[in-house]
Every structure is written in C-alpha cells, then in structure tokens.
C-alpha cells in the first residue's frame, strides 16, 4: 500500500512540478479547479474519521489502515491546495455548488480573456442538485457522494473496538466510492497533466483499499452498507 502511495505522488509531482501548470492556467470553473477544491474537503474529511478509529480501537489492522489513509490523503490535499494557490485561484468559492465541474465536457475549459471559462455552469448546478455524481449518491446532510454526515461522525467517535472499526470500515467504503467516482471525473476532464495523473492514481489506490476493507469488514461478521 506504502509503495502504492509513493508511485501515486512520484507520477503527479512530474519531477520539477512543472507537469501542473499549463500553457494557460484552469479557469476558475474549470474541471482541474473544482476537482482540486472538492477533493481537497473530501480528503479531510477521510484523514478526520481515520483519526477518530485509531483512538476508539487497538485493532492493528485497522489502526494501520487508518494511518496509511490518513498520511496518503494529507498528502494529496497538501498537493490539491499548492496547485490552487500556484494558479492563483481562491480555495473557496461561495456561489459553487459542490461538484459542478463533474457536468463539464472531459478535457475541461481553461482560462479566456475574461478570465472565466469556456464552458457554462448551469449544468453542473443541476447535477449537484440532484445530489448522484459518477453514479454514486449524496445523503441527506452530506456535502458530497461518500460523505458523512455529522450525526455519523458523531457516532463513529462513541463507538469502541469492534463497533467502532465495522463503523469505519463502512463509512470509509463509502468514502471511497465517492472519492473514486470523483477522481474518475477528473481523470476523464481534466487537462493539466498532474493532476490527471495523481486522479488516476487515486483510483487505482483506493479500489485496492476498498477490497481490503471488505476483507477487514467479513473478518468482522459485516458487510459494506447498501
């Protein structure tokens, strides 16, 4: 999993970085923009709920899990916002519903001279609102497909030992699925290079975890929800 994590950052960084900056920066509703703001608060949300286990189990698998999680996602968030700041575009905009950019056509826009992009929001406003992108749906109270709600959160940091790892192991294939189908989005949308690279490595790693927690979840006498 460790060597999984270290090829996903060694393909995204491009050596030099410059592999993250094309000829024209993205727009601020490009593909490339909205996927690095969205995943960015979908991997806290992952390295939050893996904090929470490790202090609710001293189940080493599931501990370790949670620590690779946890390091992995960090990592990548770090990498999401440094691209954001690199191309000068804010890490939050207000007016955006979550995952807009998923409507966008692949090989999303990239700046114009009016510094928005080429392509309309409207769409994307509507997929959010229907609350199913990549074909994984939203729940009532979460931000986005895969999310927590606070309620969850709030009962995985009440749960001890076995109770609090099948929690886990359950909300984080959630996560997964979610995160998946978003990194998906990019991989087919975005055009800076990097990034597509580090979206495509976020799928491959993280279908591989979600196998092992089925694994981890029969071990337990459980199962994924839904």
């Known amino acids: ?3 999984a994590v270290a090829a996903t950052v060694a393909a995204a960084s491009g050596g030099d970085g410059s ?5 024209r920066p993205p727009a601020q509703d490009s593909p490339d923009a909205g996927f690095a703001r969205d995943m960015a608060v979908h991997h806290q949300q992952a390295v939050e709920m893996s904090f929470i286990v490790r202090d609710r189990t001293q189940d080493e698998a599931v501990r370790t899990l949670a620590y690779d999680i946890a390091n992995t996602q960090a990592n990548q968030r770090g990498m999401l916002l440094g691209w954001l700041d690199l191309w000068g575009l804010p890490k939050v905009v207000a007016d955006r519903q979550p995952m807009a950019w998923m409507a966008a056509p692949d090989g999303g826009g990239t700046t114009d001279h ?3 992009g080429s392509h309309g929001a409207h769409s994307g406003h509507d997929m959010a609102d229907g609350h199913d992108m990549g074909g994984v749906p939203a729940k009532p109270g979460a931000l986005m497909p895969g999310m927590a709600t606070k309620e969850e959160l709030t009962a995985l940091g009440a749960a001890e030992g076995r109770d609090a790892e099948v929690l886990y ?8 699925k979610g995160g998946v189908a978003m990194a998906k989005g990019c991989a087919e949308r975005c055009v800076t290079p990097a990034e597509r690279a580090l979206a495509q490595g976020m799928v491959e790693a993280q279908q591989s975890e979600l196998a092992l927690m089925a694994d981890l979840l029969r071990q337990r006498g459980a199962a994924p929800r839904g």
């Open 19 to 23: 592999a993250a900056t094309p000829a």
């Open 114 to 116: 009016t510094g928005h």
């Open 169 to 176: 192991l359950q909300l984080m294939t959630d996560h997964h």
């Open 1 to 3: 999993m460790l060597f």
